[in-house]
């Protein structure tokens, strides 16, 4: 079974739910997000996991700031 691609579609960028909620950073994260999904949309839901898979090198992103958004989106 080959895996599915993930496609980030050309109106995420502009979408009005999108670019009126979410500042740069988040919508990055939310790319990331997508990224780290298996085919079935999951993800470990783990701060620190998260961070080393979307920015294993941005010291400025914090396990705080990821855990802030994921119990956000709980």
């Known amino acids: 079974m080959m895996a599915n691609s993930r496609l980030i579609r050309q109106n ?10 979410y500042n740069v950073r988040e919508r990055y994260f939310l790319i990331g997000l997508a990224c780290a999904s298996d085919d079935f949309g ?3 839901f783990d701060a620190a996991n998260l961070k080393s898979t ?4 941005d010291k400025a992103i914090t396990l705080k ?8 989106a709980k």
């Open 42 to 44: 999951r993800f470990w």
């Open 65 to 72: 700031w990821i855990s802030k958004c994921i119990q956000y």
């Open 12 to 21: 995420f960028f502009n979408h009005p739910l999108i670019a009126q909620n």
């Open 54 to 57: 979307i920015f294993p090198t």
